[in-house]
């Protein structure tokens, strides 16, 4: 009987099993050996009393033991030894078996007394690794008092077993050892099964997110790839589309045995995928509808790639169900990168957002990690956590851009343009926060900040040049501001606090918002309108564009889209050239007046947007717009440039191409 080295026997189904070969325990004081009979725990073995069939022991000469047998005839406990029912050997300071009992050689497979004069050793398979042997060797010369170890041996007839072995010190100054193996094999074996139902799901038989996290911890251990492999790690994370849809319909049983037959597809495409590779993908499901596909040691994206479309094309595929033919999708999510300096839960992260990703773009697809992509979501989610406090900390400020007449190019008023002075990303746009502040909610308390602000200032200037006409301000109103907060209170207490008159305050809206507007936003508006209020349609013909509407809107203002604006033919011979590379349509043209004198025939003014040339201004103006906006006049500036240009030599007037970049 010879002990192996191999490893633990492998459950079905279980990958990689946490169970050691090797389970070393040296302890620090001696102690009854576990699962040792009472009575052998307790029988002293002197070194003068002989064992039959034993080598004599150190210390013991022959004259003494023939005096003792004579004297006093078998020692009392070689009784107990011998019919113990716990594997026993008694070993010599050399380590060689000075005796055996019984149930030694049952359990080895062997006669007992073969084992005489053999190596503790090399019966238990104590040498096959470093850290035990050496446990061994410190017993044996009696530094260390026992040493506890499991090992797996394979008996004479092939059949292998799990053991528990302990080497003890024999008691008082007998030199030699006490060997004992208790067969553990039972309890291994149904350790392996109780962990394979604790890392395994039990709808999928695939392993659950304990295995999976295991695995995907060991791949990235630096032991993994420093001593072979490529050194990378790819993963492909997805659920089903619509799958509730199925639960909700069908029932959950359908819907586990939809679970079951994606999980056979998934591990046929994991099986087929590695072909001539060392490593199958591990293939396990998270929760849910949700699987992943976990590849060690990739070569690349494509190979990540080649994986995500073989799932899709698995997946596309109808299945039969209970009489039912269900058709499914699902979205990938593809991570794959370097194993160094990769860990769990940032591999599990991106993966995550590539999953939605997928999702957004359209689903039954999938989408690779883009780690810029990535980063403006980052940014993203930086801005929306910090907006609510940004405004408490006063982080917001307004620009203003004129609104200049066609007519005599003087300014007829301004609109105001929020900025945030970022403490991290510097000035921002509005539209790098205000989708987000409308998603939160936050756009209400900024919202009523911009009204105050503004009115306030426009007020101020209308102080401070009592001689011109007033200027009036238009500000930006989003759609939730009407449904989520009080806006006509709001105007109301605004206007009473800053003391402007209701007919300087103009109010923008998106089309897409005022079109078709009813119920509460109608109701806003004629209140707005009827305060004395100007209503303002912006970015208008990029929307529903519902002319005949407009009649029974209380809109004053028709503000155009800037698209239609930069359609217009540019200035000179070099702006020609510049034209026929932005493609100058002459419809837009066609398009703007109709538009404008339709307008004008329902008694609304318009303002052109992204005026930026003379020869956009002139013929804007040949076809009747009221007001243009534009770099042509103006950059958004600081409200101190506006009160310099309406102090400006007694003449609230703007020169052509004075702001333009």
Not at 361 to 389: C, H, I, K, V, Y
């Amino acid at each position: 009987m010879n002990g192996t080295s191999e490893g633990p026997a492998p459950a079905a189904d279980l990958d990689r099993s946490a169970v050691t070969d090797s389970d070393t325990d040296l302890a620090a004081g001696a102690g009854p050996v576990a699962g040792i009979d009472s009575a052998a725990d307790t029988v002293p073995i002197a070194s003068t009393e002989p064992i039959a069939g034993a080598g004599p022991i150190a210390g013991a000469g022959p004259a003494a033991d023939t005096a003792q047998a004579a004297r006093t005839g078998p020692p009392p406990y070689r009784s107990v030894f011998t019919a113990a029912p716990l594997a026993m050997a008694v070993v010599d300071p050399e380590g060689l078996v000075v005796s055996a009992n019984d149930t030694l050689g049952t359990l080895l497979g062997t006669d007992p007394a073969s084992l005489t004069g053999r190596a503790a050793a090399d019966l238990v398979d104590l040498a096959s690794d470093a850290d035990t042997w050496h446990a061994y060797r410190e017993v044996l010369c009696g530094r260390q008092p026992r040493l506890r170890c499991t090992r797996r041996l394979k008996r004479a007839d092939g059949h292998s077993l799990w053991v528990q072995v302990t080497v003890t010190r024999l008691a008082g100054d007998t030199p030699g050892l006490l060997l004992s193996v208790s067969d553990i094999s039972a309890r291994r074996e149904l350790q392996a099964r109780l962990r394979h139902l604790q890392m395994h799901d039990p709808v999928t038989r695939l392993p659950n997110r304990s295995l999976f996290f295991e695995r995907l911890t060991a791949a990235l251990e630096a032991e993994a790839y420093e001593h072979g492999g490529t050194g990378r790690v790819g993963l492909c994370y997805l659920d089903l589309d619509g799958f509730k849809a199925v639960n909700d319909t069908l029932g959950h049983r359908v819907g586990d045995r939809l679970l079951a037959s994606v999980a056979e597809r998934l591990t046929r495409c994991a099986e087929e995928a590695a072909g001539t590779r060392a490593g199958v993908p591990l293939v396990a499901r998270l929760g849910g509808d949700e699987f992943a596909l976990l590849v060690e040691d990739s070569t690349g994206t494509d190979q990540l790639a080649d994986l995500a479309e073989s799932v899709l094309a698995a997946l596309q595929e109808p299945f039969e169900l209970s009489g039912r033919r269900l058709s499914v999708t699902a979205s990938v999510g593809v991570v794959e990168r370097h194993a160094a300096g990769t860990t769990p839960t940032a591999l599990m992260q991106a993966a995550d957002t590539t999953l939605y990703w997928a999702k957004a773009d359209g689903r039954a697809r999938w989408t690779l990690f883009d780690p810029e992509r990535n980063a403006s979501r980052m940014t993203r989610q930086a801005l929306a956590a910090t907006l609510r406090p940004a405004i408490d900390r006063g982080e917001f400020a307004l620009e203003y851009q004129p609104l200049v007449g066609m007519d005599d190019g003087r300014v007829r008023g301004v609109e105001a343009l929020v900025r945030w002075n970022h403490p991290q990303f510097g000035v921002l746009a509005p539209n790098r926060f205000i989708a987000l502040a409308e998603e939160d909610g936050s756009i209400v308390p900024l919202g009523r900040w911009i009204l105050r602000t503004a009115c306030g200032q426009a007020r101020r200037w209308q102080l401070d040049h009592p001689d011109g006409p007033p200027l009036f301000v238009s500000v930006n109103v989003a759609v939730r501001q009407v449904w989520d907060s009080d806006l006509v209170a709001d105007v109301a207490a605004t206007l009473e606090e800053t003391g402007l008159a209701p007919h300087l305050l103009q109010l923008e809206l998106t089309e897409s918002a005022v079109m078709g507007s009813a119920g509460r936003p109608l109701q806003v508006l004629k209140a707005l309108s009827d305060m004395g209020v100007r209503i303002a349609i912006d970015d208008f013909g990029t929307g529903y564009s519902n002319l005949a509407y407009l009649s029974r809107l209380p809109v004053s203002v028709l503000k155009l889209d800037g698209a239609f604006v930069r359609g217009f033919q540019y200035d000179g011979v070099a702006g020609a050239a510049e034209a026929s590379d932005d493609a100058a349509s002459p419809a837009d043209e066609v398009i703007v007046e109709a538009m404008v004198q339709l307008a004008h025939r329902l008694g609304l003014t318009v303002t052109a947007e992204c005026v930026e040339t003379s020869d956009q201004a002139s013929r804007l103006r040949r076809i009747g717009c009221d007001t243009g906006q534009g770099w042509l006049y103006s950059r958004p500036v600081a409200p101190d440039r506006i009160s310099a240009l309406l102090g400006a030599s007694g003449t609230p007037g703007v020169q052509a191409g004075a702001g333009r970049p």
